[in-house]
Structure formats: structure tokens, C-alpha cells
């Protein structure tokens, strides 16, 4: 007994493996990579495969995973299942595109109005349609025998293939003659007013920085300059000291010693101080230069 005839004893082992791997395995590997963005892509791709695998495959295996007109319970339940899914993920990205790309609802009807056309008519009766051409004309040409029917799968595929490229063009259509309304001029207004405050703060705290360093400097340079004032205003009072001491022991020949001594600290003195150094401290003193 080989595989194959093992597994069509099993009753609805088909539909089994498929609810395990696409609706189970796939979803689960995707939000656990927090790839979100793809699950809501792929759920309506749950149509398409389902009814490609229903048409291509064995009957025993899938012959209840996906009907136009269910006959049974389980037909039934597993068609409106996976259509439900499906729409789970129309109405997903449809709001995603109301919220993200466009604030106008029409749009996002239009929107939602291709993604439906793609997903249930043309992944429905079109891939129904192709097939079972496909199947009559490389028959009738050909005249063999397709094991399995590969062929149906092959070009299963290849029309799902179709199916997204055509979607994703007519998608980008509607995407591209979006106009902008008042709304989009607005956020762009408001995102252009951000990076310009932005900017303005920037701005401002480099030159808040360089005032401050400036202050900084101009600070120590009056503090510097006061110094040197102080210190010479000690030296003038020094040498005016010294001028009134020689004055008053002139007469005296007593202090020469003393008076040289004066005499020769004074004349350092004058030659540490410059003339306007001279004229300030006579101003202080009410002495007009």
C-alpha cells in the first residue's frame, strides 16, 4: 500500500494538511516574526489556493476544501471559512489605506472594490474558467495522461501569479491618481512647521552656547582689566607717596640716603606706568588732563 492510498483512507486528510499549514503554520511563523504587514496580504491568497488545490487535486484529498456550490456539511463549513478569512484581510488592508495612504473614504471603497474583484470572481470562477480550458486543450492536443495533475497545478500557480501582478498594478493605479486634499496639505504643512522648529531650536542653542562662551570670555577680560587698573592705581599712589616724602626731606640732608632710595623707587615706578594709565587716575582724582 503506498502513500497516496494510505492517505485517501483517511477522510478529509486534505483539508487537514491545509488548515495546518496555511491557516495555522504560516500565520503563526509570520506574527511571530511580527511580519503583521504580510498576514494582512496573504489572508486573501487563502482563496486562491484553496480553490486551485480543490480543482488540481485529488478529490478524495480535497474535494471538500473549496466549493462554488457546497454539497455537504463540511463543504460548506470550509468554503465560508475560508472566505471569511479572506475578508478579514480586505477589510484589513482597507482600513490600513483609509488611515495611512488616504483620508478620502471613496477612495478606500475603490480600494477595497479591486481587492474584492481579485480575490473572490477572478480567484473563483476565473481560475475555475482557466483551468478546466487548460485541462481540455493540452488533453485534446497532447493526447496523454497527466500523472496527478501536475499541469493544473503548474498553471494554477502561474495564474495566481497573474492574479497578484494584476492586483498590485491596479492597486498603484488607484494609489497614484490620489489628488491631495486639504487634509494631506495640511499633515504636510504640520510635518514641514516640525522640521522647521526643529531647525529654529538647533539654531538657537548654538548661538545661546556661543553668547554664553562670549560672556564667558568678556567677562574675563573686564575682571583682567579691573586688575591691572587696581594695580595701577597702586603704583600711582606709590609714586605720589614717594614724590610728597622727597618734597618734605628735601631740606633735610640728614635722609639723602633715604631720599635716593625714594627717588630711584620712584623713578621704576614711572617707567611701569604709562601715560594713560596717568590720565585715568587724574581724572578719578578731579584733575583735568
Not at 483512507?9 to 488548515?19: A, D, S, T
Request: aromatic fraction near 12%; glycine fraction near 4%.
Amino acid at each position: 500500500m503506498n502513500l497516496l492510498n494510505l492517505c485517501l483512507r483517511i477522510p478529509n486528510l486534505g483539508i487537514l494538511l491545509y488548515y495546518l499549514f496555511f491557516v495555522v503554520l504560516i500565520p503563526y511563523i509570520l506574527i511571530a516574526n511580527h511580519s503583521m504587514g504580510i498576514l494582512k496580504y496573504y489572508m486573501p491568497l487563502m482563496v486562491a489556493f484553496a480553490h486551485m488545490l480543490s480543482l488540481s487535486g485529488h478529490k478524495k484529498l480535497f474535494g471538500n476544501l473549496y466549493e462554488l456550490k457546497p454539497t455537504n456539511f463540511v463543504a460548506f463549513l470550509s468554503t465560508n471559512f475560508i472566505n471569511l478569512f479572506a475578508l478579514f484581510g480586505i477589510l484589513w488592508q482597507c482600513i490600513d489605506y483609509s488611515q495611512n495612504k488616504s483620508s478620502s473614504l471613496p477612495r478606500a471603497v475603490i480600494y477595497g472594490i479591486v481587492l474584492f474583484v481579485i480575490v473572490f470572481p477572478m480567484a473563483r470562477q476565473g481560475m475555475k474558467f482557466v483551468l478546466d480550458n487548460v485541462d481540455y486543450y493540452m488533453r485534446k492536443q497532447n493526447k496523454m495522461s497527466f500523472e496527478y495533475n501536475w499541469h493544473l497545478f503548474v498553471f494554477g500557480l502561474l495564474y495566481i501569479i497573474f492574479l497578484l501582478g494584476l492586483q498590485a498594478i491596479l492597486l498603484a493605479l488607484v494609489d497614484t491618481g490620489r489628488k491631495e486634499d486639504e487634509s494631506d496639505r495640511i499633515r504636510k504643512q504640520l510635518e514641514k512647521y516640525k522640521q522647521n522648529k526643529n531647525q529654529l531650536q538647533k539654531e538657537k542653542d548654538k548661538l545661546m552656547k556661543k553668547m554664553s562662551n562670549n560672556k564667558k570670555g568678556i567677562n574675563k577680560k573686564e575682571k583682567d582689566r579691573l586688575k591691572e587698573n587696581i594695580a595701577d592705581d597702586a603704583k600711582i599712589n606709590t609714586i605720589v607717596d614717594n614724590i610728597k616724602k622727597n618734597i618734605t626731606n628735601s631740606g633735610n640732608k640728614k635722609n639723602n640716603s633715604k631720599n635716593n632710595a625714594n627717588m630711584k623707587e620712584t623713578r621704576k615706578l614711572l617707567e611701569d606706568i604709562s601715560m594713560s594709565n596717568l590720565a585715568g587716575f587724574a581724572k578719578k582724582q578731579g584733575i583735568n588732563v
